[in-house]
């Protein structure tokens, strides 16, 4: 009986930092980061929305998903290591909508 209380409060407190975590009425950015010149998916890009503490990494399919973003106008840049940055400016985030984007960064010569 213990051990069923212990499972419930653990899951009570999950699903409230999840209502924590994405504000009433925000919405979500997602979308692809591939290589300019052959298509192929960008495992491990940064994607950011410029100017705030939010983002994320694509997976191995090169897609990425950050939710929780709050209603606006943001610039959405993508980077990686060994290629250039690309940004796009004026993306209008509305709430409980999905905002896809896709980013197509340009292989670049690192300079040591």
């Known amino acids: 009986m213990r051990a069923l209380r212990t499972i419930m409060l ?16 925000a919405g979500t950015i997602a979308g692809t980061v591939v290589d300019h010149d052959t298509g192929q998916a960008l495992f491990a890009a940064n994607v950011v929305l410029v100017g705030t503490g939010m983002g994320g990494i694509s997976d191995r399919e090169g897609r990425f998903r950050i939710e929780g973003v709050p ?16 940004a796009i400016r004026e993306v209008v985030v509305e709430p409980n909508i999905v905002t896809t ?4 960064l340009s292989p670049e010569v690192l300079d040591i």
Request: hydrophobic content about 55%; overall charge negative; proline content about 3%.
């Open 10 to 25: 653990a899951a009570t407190i999950a699903a409230s930092m999840t209502l924590v975590a994405a504000p009433a009425g």
């Open 71 to 86: 209603h606006g106008e943001y610039e959405v840049a993508a980077s990686m290591m060994g290629y250039g940055r690309a």
């Open 101 to 104: 984007l896709e980013f197509e």
